[in-house]
């Protein structure tokens, strides 16, 4: 017996055919190729097989499109220095910057040269009076100075004491006759002389009566 099925892949029905089997025949001419058949569903995927061996390369492709700028490499070493370029034109005075901190103070320089002597100032305020030194040494006695003008007789002082007998001076001249004295009573030498002859008498005779005179 024979199933035939009939109908589209969605309606499929079977149809029982008595077949009679006779003895094998010759076999016949090849029937016309059979239009193919739906595209079955895709199986799974095979084990991948080994890599083939590289071919050769092909002919160089044409310049692509410039691509993005990557990112900035690392910094390489410093190159040698190019020999100098032409002195460029002058730029623009620049913005004066920040004044800078002070530095430390440097060391004194050399003394300069003595400048000119400059103009006469002006006379300043006198100073306040300072305080008195301690007394120098007694200096050496000066050369006698001329002789001063006579001043005025001042008043008569205390009589002096007697000085030295001086020189017997010149007679003088006659005075008037003075009034007579007592009589005396003995022959004691009386002498009339000033206090400084009197002082200046190296002894004095207790005999003689002196009496000073101015």
């Known amino acids: 017996m024979q199933i035939v099925i009939q109908g589209s892949s969605d309606a499929v029905s079977l149809i029982e055919v008595p077949i009679v089997v006779g003895g094998s025949g010759s076999v016949g001419p090849q029937g016309p190729q059979g239009e193919p058949g739906p595209q079955g569903e895709q199986g799974p995927q095979g084990v991948q097989g080994p890599i083939g061996l590289t071919g050769p390369a ?3 492709g044409d310049a692509g499109e410039q691509g993005i700028q990557g990112p900035q490499g690392i910094q390489g070493p410093v190159g040698l220095t190019g020999p100098a370029g032409p002195k460029g034109d002058q730029g623009e005075q620049g913005l004066q910057g920040l004044q800078g901190i002070k530095g430390d103070k440097g060391d004194t320089g050399p003394q300069g040269l003595k400048g000119d ?30 002789v001063g003008l006579t001043g005025p007789a001042g008043p008569k002082g205390d009589t002096g004491s007697t000085g030295p007998q001086g020189p017997k001076g010149d007679k003088g001249d006659t ?15 009386h002498i009339v002389l000033t206090q400084a002859a009197y002082d200046a ?14």
């Open 117 to 146: 002597v400059g103009p006469q100032g002006p006379k300043g305020d006198t100073g306040q009076q300072g305080i008195q030194g301690i007394p120098g040494p007694k200096g050496d006695t000066g050369d006698t100075g001329p």
């Open 58 to 60: 092909g002919p160089k």
């Open 175 to 189: 005075g008037a006759q003075g009034i007579q004295g007592p009589a005396g009573t003995d022959a004691t030498p």
């Open 201 to 214: 008498l190296a002894t004095k005779d207790p005999n003689t009566f002196y009496h000073i005179s101015g």
